[in-house]
T-cell receptor, first 115, second 109 residues
Framework: EPEVTQTPSHQVTQMGQEVILRCVPISNHLYFYWYRQILGQKVEFLVSFYNNEISEKSEIFDDQFSVERPDGSNFTLKIRSTKLEDSAMYFC?????????????FGEGSRLTVL | RKEVEQDPGPFNVPEGATVAFNCTYSNSASQSFFWYRQDCRKEPKLLMSVYSSGNEDGRFTAQLNRASQYISLLIRDSKLSDSATYLCVVKSPFNKFYFGSGTKLNVKP
């Protein structure tokens, strides 16, 4: 069964460092998303991406964050100058279609720990 | 008002019990509705999509009431393995997904 894959599964970084989280969405999917979940809290939307550009972003997704799809398969989330409060699980998700139907398929997540 | 609201948890039930979760959504233009299950420190996984006619998958039954903007999930004969957080997810136009805060279920022996 096709799946969304994410790397790394866990990254520990020092405050102020840059991290890149990688995702390979399911190959025929068209819409890609990054979500964040701080431990014990709800899933929060960061950004959606369609047709090689950001389609929507949340208030959380400020200038510290950026996304790219550099090679048609990988979908990356870059976090610059990490802060302690960036510690969270980051989930990549994709969906095949617009309109009705089309559930989200999640990767297993990347756990980011900022020290 | 939140886009998606769920029953606050946790629900603590004995094995074999029937438990129901509710969810309301604010956008009447919402197109698709889902229940996801999330285990601790894991990704959300689709439990079932929710249709207007209602749908059942084994011990799980989901209902959608578009007029009341209300979604439900019923779990019959609860198992220990059903212990998890259940997320109500609503898809609006423009492919935006809204998540409820989740309802935690603890099934006890």
């Amino acid at each position: 069964e096709p799946e969304v894959t994410q790397t790394p599964s866990h990254q520990v970084t020092q405050m102020g460092q840059e991290v890149i989280l990688r995702c390979v969405p399911i190959s025929n999917h068209l819409y890609f998303y990054w979500y964040r979940q701080i431990l014990g809290q709800k899933v929060e939307f960061l950004v959606s991406f369609y047709n090689n550009e950001i389609s929507e972003k949340s208030e959380i997704f400020d200038d510290q964050f950026s996304v790219e799809r550099p090679d048609g398969s990988n979908f990356t989330l870059k976090i610059r100058s990490t802060k302690l409060e960036d510690s969270a699980m980051y989930f990549c998700a994709s969906t095949p279609s617009g309109g009705a139907g089309g559930e989200l398929f999640f990767g297993e997540g990347s756990r980011l720990t900022v020290l | 008002r939140k886009e998606v609201e769920q029953d606050p948890g946790p629900f603590n039930v004995p094995e074999g019990a029937t438990v129901a979760f509710n969810c309301t959504y604010s956008n009447s233009a919402s197109q698709s509705f889902f229940w996801y299950r999330q285990d601790c420190r894991k990704e959300p996984k689709l439990l079932m999509s929710v249709y207007s006619s209602g749908n059942e998958d084994g011990r799980f039954t989901a209902q959608l009431n578009r007029a009341s903007q209300y979604i439900s999930l019923l779990i019959r004969d609860s198992k220990l393995s059903d212990s998890a957080t259940y997320l109500c997810v609503v898809k609006s136009p423009f492919n935006k997904f809204y998540f409820g805060s989740g309802t935690k279920l603890n099934v006890k022996p």
